[in-house]
């Protein structure tokens, strides 16, 4: 024990000496900590909530039974069951407004309501008599208050009906309200009618379920992943891809920090040996000292990992509810396992990272080789093994992508493709510099090139973390800007007409269409409507559009039937998103069987439209077939044709006439605006986590230069010696980095655009269903190229200054006999 | 293009009354405390002296490496305390031959490039002379190699061929054959002396061998920081 603790602290005196190279190594476990366990913090943050959504009144968590055809089924169906033995709970579902927000109304029975179904907000005996009993009660979640701007208590209107009192329900998902079924039926509309029965656990004796219902209900079996874990799955993989990415980055600068260490500290691991220590207890003594450096880094990186998902979680949030609906409160809670996690990556981490050394550590001759490091074949060696890796990596990646047909095929393409880039980075350095080196002249040039190439074992692990960083923020910038110029082009005819008004109610908008009526200067009013219903197992929504030239002119379709918009008039054709075609796989010309209140509703698919950013599927068909088969839908929204000096008139009297507010009536561009708002907050999460790749390979590769800086005296104090200024010296050095960066950052360029082609026809179409055309931005290009180089610069900065203000002693002492 | 050879005859290097002292652990240590010393040109002088006597920080100054705290290094017209950090680069890179005990030669460089190296970068190389160092130093075979594919006395050759490649006024060699064996040792040495006869330089070695030091011209000895 004693032996072991003098060896530590002969180990650990090489620190004192060298901070540097210890702030590096800190840097680099706090960096790769604090970035994955960031994004695993949100990650977790968010299946919280997706769990708390699942187990609202028995999401898709609780067996339940529901209509075989259509959204709803009589009432009288969960009195037979009960009679039967069946322990059913009914639950009716629909969308009520409430100053002029479409919110999710839930009604429930809660007497029968089972005991396990999941974590739903409980609803205690004394509550339960003011909640069945009139006026009765509305729990609502406290986001969802302070959006309407209400306080606990007060009662809303819908559809001219006076709501029951708010109650707050703290752990209700936001933008849902759950009331007695009875006040549900009558606020939807849908008097005896049940969207669906939760099946309790209790055990007894139960007729089969054809016996006491016939075929007209059918079991849901409770599903482990949720609809919403189903949809955020590809959210969530890309996160972790970028936290890997960058724990991965992280782990280059220890790999280089604890190399670099290990390479200084050979001679005193040599004399250890020789003083009797043994291999293994050198190797354990070696494991502890980076076990408690990794434990220090760990828990100070899971510090910066809380502060940095807590600064990047309003934007997941904002992604998340525009991308897919989901509701993330605002405050991060975290699990322990998530500190275990964090502290065991950092080890696990650093382990890895120290892998090589320790093993070199393991099997360290006592005495040391008279050659100097024959750097040349050992290059060679290493280039050859690596290049033989890469090519295996992009055959992996081309069967990748040639067999697999899945979101995490697609993000094995693009692994597998970085990997194998990265792996051939050094040899397409060690060809450019070749060339370089061959066509040179002056001999500072020749040693130039020749030097370039000798440094390329110390810098290539920053340099491929450099090439990660650019080629990734190369991908994303080239996918978001594609997918934004796309979405701009598609919102231009989505938002066609010039004005939308949402009334508070069905009465209220009916006396806004006959005012709108008299008023000369609206060219058209066009009716809105939107009903939800199920297809093939999954949510969609059934948009109805006025027969008017406004769809047939501006409507962008992506494929389509001759006549399109005439076939939709009779009511039985639709129009598909691309997203639910791809699901179903839906071409024009096939038929859908939609669930509707009467039954199925059977309808022609005429044409394929592009609807981004809606998690849901969605068809569109004519406004007026779609009043008939959903008589419910509340039918508050409309869209003006008005021509655009008049437009700021009639909305100032809109609002003065029946006193809507900005949020309920809007000219075109202030839609548009923000929806290219909310457009731009969903990838400001990517934006951040692109800068913070981009900045740790920035440290990388300061670290490296660092590190690379002391142990290239001996290369640069001969030239000095020679005759060159050590100003000249440090420019040359500076060069060399910057030449070594640039071809880099040319390499990261095509890299970069594959990526984004394999996120713009690969994982796109896979995680949310649509394909965006491909853009080339060469200005965008050109600015991550100027960044790169920025980062090379700062990068360089500190050693080249050292180097250019380093004391003649210091190199001088390279030419001492007894170093 | 070829500069010519700067011709000098008589001293070319004058050091005159040179002192350095260093502060170790808060401690003022004179090294040298007031050195005089003569190289001629075509002359070959050992330095020789115990350890820490010095030499090695004699040396340095007579390079321009480093800085002394008094007295006089002339190298031919120049003095050298007078000069800046870019003159002395100059003047190391035209006039002074540098060889070492670790060879320091550029790993990077093929032996081809690493005895080019200083003559082209100082717009002195001479094809010919060039020819000649290979062939006596018998280099012929090893052009395209690394220096890591060298032996130690083949390192040092290389070393020895760079240094004389510019046809310095002073050759200064910091126990050049300190990492040979003696047979070695004697070989590098016979070659240097032969070469700087043919280029009529001055020749300054520090070594810590008496029976090196007997094969040259002249030999100096410093004890106590002065010239004994």
């Excluded at chain 1, 070696?286 to 910066?304: D, H, K, P, S, Y």
Aim: charged share 15%; hydrophobic share 50%; net charge positive.
């Amino acid at each position: 024990m004693k032996r072991a603790l003098w060896t530590l602290a002969v180990l650990l005196s090489h620190w004192r000496r060298h901070p540097m190279q210890l702030a590096t190594l800190l840097i680099g476990l706090i960096s790769a900590t604090a970035l994955w366990s960031g994004v695993q913090a949100l990650n977790q943050q968010a299946r919280i909530s997706y769990d708390r959504a699942a187990a609202t009144f028995g999401g898709t968590r609780t067996a339940m039974l529901v209509a075989s055809s259509g959204v709803t089924f009589p009432q009288k169906l969960f009195v037979d069951l009960r009679r039967a033995g069946w322990p059913v709970s009914p639950v009716l579902e629909g969308r009520i407004q409430i100053e002029g927000r479409s919110l999710r109304l839930m009604g429930i029975e809660p007497v029968t309501l089972p005991a396990e179904v999941g974590n739903a907000p409980t609803i205690g005996k004394a509550s339960l008599q003011s909640f069945m009993t009139p006026p009765g009660e509305m729990l609502v979640a406290p986001e969802t208050l302070a959006d309407l701007k209400l306080a606990e208590g007060a009662r809303p209107e819908a559809s001219g009906t006076l709501l029951p009192p708010l109650r707050i329900q703290p752990n209700l998902v936001p933008g849902v309200l759950v009331v007695d079924i009875g006040i549900a039926q009558s606020l939807l509309k849908m008097p005896d009618q049940l969207s669906r029965l939760l099946i309790g656990k209790a055990a007894g004796k139960r007729a089969p379920l054809e016996n006491v219902t016939g075929d007209k209900l059918r079991l849901v079996e409770p599903d482990a992943e949720t609809d919403l874990e189903r949809l955020t799955n590809s959210f969530h993989l890309n996160l972790t891809a970028f936290g890997l990415l960058s724990f991965f980055v992280g782990l280059f600068i220890v790999n280089s920090a604890i190399g670099l260490a290990f390479e200084q500290r050979l001679p005193v691991l040599r004399t250890l040996r020789a003083c009797g220590v043994s291999a293994r207890m050198l190797n354990v003594v070696l494991v502890l000292e980076l076990v408690t450096l990794a434990l220090a880094a760990g828990l100070i990186g899971l510090v910066c990992g809380y502060f940095i998902a807590g600064a990047l979680l309003p934007d997941v949030a904002a992604s998340l509810r525009g991308l897919y609906g989901a509701q993330i409160p605002g405050q991060l809670t975290l699990k322990p396992q998530w500190w275990f996690a964090g502290i065991a990556i950092s080890i696990l981490g650093a382990l890895a990272a120290a892998a090589t050394s320790l093993t070199k550590a393991l099997r360290l001759p006592l005495l040391a080789t008279a050659q100097p490091f024959a750097w040349q074949q050992a290059q060679r060696r290493w280039l050859t093994y690596q290049s033989a890796l890469a090519l295996a990596a992009f055959a992996g990646a081309g069967g990748f992508l040639w067999f697999g047909d899945s979101l995490l095929s697609g993000f094995a393409v693009l692994a597998a493709l970085m990997l194998g880039a990265a792996l051939i980075l050094p040899m397409v350095l060690e060809v450019a510099l070749s060339i370089g080196q061959r066509y040179a002249q002056q001999p500072l040039g020749v040693w130039f090139w020749a030097d370039s190439r000798q440094q390329l074992s110390g810098l290539s692990l920053a340099l491929m973390a450099l090439l990660l960083a650019l080629a990734v923020n190369v991908g994303v910038s080239t996918m978001v800007e594609s997918f934004s110029r796309t979405f701009l082009v598609w919102l231009d005819g989505r938002l066609a007409a010039d004005v939308y008004v949402n009334a508070a109610n069905d009465d209220q908008a009916h006396e806004i269409k006959s005012w709108l009526r008299e008023r000369p200067e609206v060219e058209a009013i066009l009716p809105g409507g939107r009903a939800d219903t199920q297809l093939a197992g999954a949510p969609i929504e059934v948009l109805g559009l006025p027969d008017h030239a406004t769809y047939r002119d501006n409507w962008p379709l992506l494929q389509s039937a001759d006549n399109a918009w005439t076939k939709l008039r009779p009511g039985n054709a639709a129009l598909v998103s691309e997203q639910l075609a791809r699901r179903l796989q839906l071409s024009v010309g096939d038929r859908i069987d939609v669930p509707a209140s009467g039954g199925n509703w059977t309808l022609d698919v005429v044409g394929i439209y592009a609807d981004y950013g809606n998690p849901k599927g969605q068809i569109a068909v004519n406004f007026a077939a779609l009043t008939r088969r959903f008589p419910e839908i509340p039918l508050t929204r409309m869209g003006l044709r008005v021509a655009p000096a008049n437009i700021p008139a009639l909305i100032s009297a809109l609002k003065e006439k029946f006193g809507l507010d900005d949020r309920n009536v809007a000219d075109q561009a202030t839609m548009k605006a923000e929806s290219t708002r909310i457009f731009n907050r969903t990838f400001s999460v990517t934006a951040a986590l692109n800068t913070f790749t981009l900045a740790v390979a920035g440290i990388a590769l300061l670290t490296s230069l660092l590190t690379l800086a002391n142990s290239r005296l001996p290369q640069l104090a001969p030239l000095w010696a020679i005759g060159i200024t050590r100003r000249q010296l440090a420019v040359i050095e500076l060069l060399k980095t910057m030449s070594v960066a640039l071809i880099t950052t040319i390499f990261a360029l095509p890299l970069g655009l594959l990526v984004a082609w394999c996120l713009l026809a690969i994982v796109n179409v896979k995680a949310f269903g649509w394909r965006l055309p491909f853009h080339l931005f060469p200005l965008q290009l050109l600015w991550l190229t100027g960044v790169a180089m920025a980062a090379a610069l700062a990068a360089s900065a500190l050693p080249v200054i050292r180097l250019a203000r380093m004391q003649p002693a210091s190199l001088i002492r390279i030419f001492a006999n007894e170093r | 293009m070829t500069k010519d050879s700067p011709s000098v005859t008589g001293p070319v290097l004058y050091v005159t009354g040179l002192k350095k002292s260093y502060r170790t652990a808060g401690e003022e240590v004179a090294v040298l405390r007031g050195v005089n010393l003569t190289v001629s040109a075509g002359e070959s002088v050992a330095l020789t002296g115990e350890s820490g006597s010095g030499k090695s920080t004699l040396l340095h100054l007579i390079a321009g490496l480093d800085a002394a705290d008094g007295g006089e290094i002339r190298l031919a017209d120049a003095e050298v305390s007078e000069l800046s950090d870019a003159e002395r680069a100059e003047m190391r890179r035209d006039r002074l031959g540098l060889v070492f005990q670790q060879f320091n030669l550029i790993p990077s460089l093929t032996v081809e490039d690493n005895l080019a190296f200083q003559s082209r970068i100082a717009g002195r190389h001479d094809a010919a002379w060039h020819s000649e160092l290979v062939e006596r130093l018998g280099l012929g075979r090893l052009l395209k190699r690394y220096p890591e594919q060298l032996s130690g006395g083949q390192q040092q050759r290389v070393a020895i061929g760079r240094a004389l490649a510019i046809k310095p006024l002073l050759l200064l060699a910091d126990e050049p054959t300190g990492n040979l064996d003696e047979d070695t040792a004697d070989e590098v040495l016979a070659l240097a002396r032969d070469l700087v006869a043919r280029s009529g330089c001055g020749f300054l070695m520090v070594t810590h061998s008496a029976r090196l030091a007997a094969t040259l011209d002249r030999q100096v000895n410093l004890h106590a920081g002065v010239i004994a």
